[in-house]
T-cell receptor, first 115, second 115 residues
Framework: DAKTTQPTSMDCAEGRAANLPCNHSTISGNEYVYWYRQIHSQGPQYIIHGLKNNETNEMASLIITEDRKSSTLILPHATLRDTAVYYCIVRAVMYSGGGADGLTFGKGTHLIIQP | DGGITQSPKYLFRKEGQNVTLSCEQNLNHDAMYWYRQDPGQGLRLIYYSQIVNDFQKGDIAEGYSVSREKKESFPLTVTSAQKNPTAFYLC??????????????FGPGTRLTVL
């Protein structure tokens, strides 16, 4: 799986959009970008994933650059409950059903929402 | 409610004792995973299982053992051979191994302290 680089920490004001960057310059064609977050002392929570098109769900938006070497997770209206560590993960997909090895979590970005 | 349960939330053991961590899911997921997390670090994969009676080592399997006798259960034993067992242990499951979706659902974790 390709390596990802994320800032160690970021601050964002409550109510503003939080934009979390991720670099994955060695991503290959069959690798998806996944985002998870982990609130302190809890299990990680899936947020969103994408291949090359921008994606949006009820939690966030994912913007992937055209060359797929970087992406940005956007939380449109951050709240205090969004304070967490956010993990960007690049993962190959094998449609044959193999490759059930787990996800590789780096240190992520600690997002702190300020009141 | 559907989900993953891990028990207990906090566990204390004396050095040299084996200890088994419980993980149960009622999501009817095929794949299950065990991760370890040390303070300030990301998650590292210990073991994973795609189907009943089958499991594979992850990145840090030494000193650990697992079993998968039932689809809904994937207990992890931390043996006395594990040199630094004090950590936060997370169990996860996913619906279809290797699928493009690959969302993993995590349990609340067990914090193991070896005295």
């Amino acid at each position: 799986d390709a390596k990802t680089t994320q800032p160690t920490s970021m601050d964002c004001a409550e109510g503003r959009a939080a934009n979390l960057p991720c670099n994955h310059s060695t991503i290959s064609g069959n690798e998806y970008v996944y985002w998870y977050r982990q609130i302190h002392s809890q299990g990680p929570q899936y947020i969103i994933h994408g291949l090359k098109n921008n994606e949006t769900n009820e939690m966030a938006s994912l913007i992937i650059t055209e060359d797929r070497k970087s992406s940005t997770l956007i939380l449109p209206h951050a709240t205090l409950r969004d304070t967490a560590v956010y993990y960007c993960i690049v993962r190959a997909v094998m449609y044959s059903g193999g490759g059930a090895d787990g996800l590789t979590f780096g240190k992520g970005t600690h997002l702190i929402i300020q009141p | 409610d559907g989900g993953i349960t891990q028990s207990p939330k906090y566990l204390f053991r004396k050095e040299g004792q084996n200890v088994t961590l419980s993980c149960e899911q009622n999501l009817n997921h095929d794949a299950m995973y065990w991760y370890r997390q040390d303070p300030g670090q990301g998650l590292r994969l210990i073991y994973y299982s795609q189907i009943v009676n089958d499991f594979q080592k992850g990145d840090i399997a030494e000193g650990y053992s697992v079993s998968r006798e039932k689809k809904e259960s994937f207990p992890l034993t931390v043996t006395s051979a594990q040199k630094n067992p004090t950590a936060f242990y997370l169990c996860a499951s996913s619906l279809i191994p290797g699928s493009y979706y690959n969302e993993q659902f995590f349990g609340p974790g067990t914090r193991l302290t070896v005295l």
